[in-house]
């Protein structure tokens, strides 16, 4: 892999983000916006509740990792869809550009402008709400790499989904991170999911993530071979997203769907 | 770029481009049937033949955004399904149908394929390239504002970028003004006889392939139907003029052309 064009693939983003308020906005806005409601709700119930529970940690610290995920994975996508909108596939790919370095550039562009938003989340619900991670200790910082992990990997997927199926599938996007939500025990335990449901649940890295944040914060123990094993997971799930993007790639260089990408089809 | 210890690699690699029994199928549709061709360095080539005679599909898969059915393309004798990067690394292009990313500037776009290209010193080559194409002043403004014609200027300002080896145009001077299209195509002549550069271009205006063109190459359903001398060719098979030549192959296109043309 050569860093001039990841570099190239950077340079374009903050070209875009540089020039476009609408494009830098949304980097803390929904942050900042799930932050107060998130901080309110979890405030209102600290005062009815006679059992204790810190439901600012619970709900919201839960609340805004999850925000930090989609935030990672909205990010490879959006970076992909801006070729889509741009309609720049055939200067892309007409390149010497591999497509390792491009997915590096979208993945690299994604994580610096997600921290922009957990840098704003942090600031915001510290002070405001006294969110605090510390209780999670070193693992924190382990299940922050799990969520960026696995964000990359579904942004990759979904990038995948959008070059296969043409741009108007796009809008499958979106709905993604609600879609899997349910599954990953954001706000319950696994406990409560039947049975196919937690067998789902078992394949999504986040669920551990969760369930490890909520022992902890409930002063239960939380095994760090769960959370290395999550994290193993995202790996390994990166890597597939990566094989899945390739093998779409050739399909779409193999039946003229890359040349002819606006077509959606061609068939 | 080195051809390796292949000897067809070796002769493959004088010439900028070289391919070989080329087929693109797509179901029962056959787009390209077998067509074999070489570029020069130095040489321009003119890729001729009616709408749908098979001219993008060729340039989409040297560009290797497009994959063979079967046959090999070279360029500089490099293969390109087995070194894609490094044989696209020499090489660029130019199309109308594949306009630059409307939401950056001038500047911004060279800047960005210039990094794909591993364009190097790039600050100075895109000012070369600013002040060749008199985009200067144009420097800040967005691709997606500016005329056709500009916006062809900024396409073959981004084409020039890595001094290519190989250069694609497929009609590059449909959005040109008559004297602008002249400088253009000054340009591209100009480009070829200083340094090694081969060019494949395609147009259907056969006055311009007359006067630019060194050689040229008749496409009709998918096959080469007749190659040659732009200036020597239309009197070789009793046509007034290349337009002429051009006409009778489009509406004859699946006989043999000695046998319509004699």
């Keep these: ?267 | 770029m080195r051809a390796g210890s292949n000897p067809r690699a070796a002769a493959a690699a004088d010439y900028a481009l070289s391919v070989r029994d080329l087929c693109k199928s797509y179901g029962e549709l056959t787009a390209v049937d077998h067509v074999s061709f070489d570029v020069r360095p130095r040489e321009i080539v003119g890729l001729l033949g009616p709408n749908g005679a098979g001219k993008t599909t060729i340039i989409n898969s040297v560009l290797a955004v497009l994959a063979p059915t079967s046959g090999s393309i070279r360029i500089g004798g490099v293969d390109i399904a087995r070194q894609r990067s490094l044989a696209l690394t020499h090489t660029n292009f130019a199309a109308v149908y594949a306009s630059l990313p409307g939401n950056l500037t001038v500047e911004q776009n060279l800047r960005f394929f210039g990094l794909l290209y591993r364009v190097r010193p790039l600050g100075t080559r895109v000012e070369e390239l600013l002040r060749q194409f008199t985009l200067e002043n144009l420097r800040h403004a967005k691709c997606g504002v500016l005329s056709s014609g500009e916006l062809t200027r900024v396409a073959l300002a981004k084409a020039l970028l890595n001094n290519p080896q190989l250069l694609l145009l497929d009609e590059p001077t449909a959005s040109l003004d008559p004297s602008a299209a002249r400088d253009i195509r000054a340009m591209i002549r100009g480009l070829t006889r200083a340094g090694d550069c081969g060019v494949l271009w395609t147009s259907h205006n056969m006055h311009e392939v007359a006067e630019v063109c060194d050689r040229v190459l008749f496409l009709s359903h998918g096959r080469i139907l007749l190659e040659g001398d732009p200036r020597s060719l239309p009197g070789e098979h009793g046509a007034p003029n290349l337009e002429e030549l051009f006409i009778q192959l489009a509406r004859e296109p699946l006989a043999h052309p000695a046998e319509h043309l004699a």
Excluded: K
């Design chain 1, 1 to 267: 892999m050569r860093l001039e064009p990841v570099a190239g693939i950077l340079l374009r983003q903050w070209y875009l983000l540089r020039g476009s308020p609408v494009r830098f906005l949304p980097m803390f806005a929904w942050v900042a916006i799930d932050v107060v409601l998130w901080g309110f709700i979890s405030r209102y119930l600290n005062s009815v509740n006679s059992a204790g529970i810190n439901f600012t940690a619970l709900l919201l610290g839960a609340v805004l990792m999850w925000d930090l995920f989609t935030r990672v994975m909205q990010g490879v996508t959006t970076g992909f869809l801006e070729d889509v909108w741009s309609r720049n596939f055939l200067n892309l790919f007409a390149s010497p550009l591999t497509v390792s370095e491009y997915v590096t550039g979208l993945v690299i562009a994604s994580i610096a402008t997600s921290l922009i938003g957990l840098t704003v989340m942090l600031a915001l619900a510290m002070p405001l709400f006294g969110l605090s991670y510390l209780a999670l200790g070193s693992q924190l910082l382990l299940f922050v790499a799990v969520l960026y992990g696995f964000g990359v990997a579904l942004g990759i997927v979904a990038s995948a989904m959008v070059l296969r199926l043409g741009p108007a599938s796009e809008w499958l996007v979106w709905p993604i991170p609600a879609l899997l939500s349910p599954f990953c025990g954001v706000f319950y335990p696994l406990s409560v999911l039947p049975a196919w449901m937690r067998a789902v649940a078992h394949l999504l890295p986040p669920s551990y993530v969760f369930e490890g944040m909520r022992a902890l914060l409930q002063g239960r123990a939380s095994p760090l071979s769960s959370v290395l094993f999550a994290a193993a997971l995202a790996a390994l799930e990166i890597l597939l997203a990566g094989y899945c993007f390739v093998r779409v790639y050739r399909y779409a260089v193999r039946t003229g769907l890359l040349a002819r990408y606006s077509a959606e089809t061609v068939s």
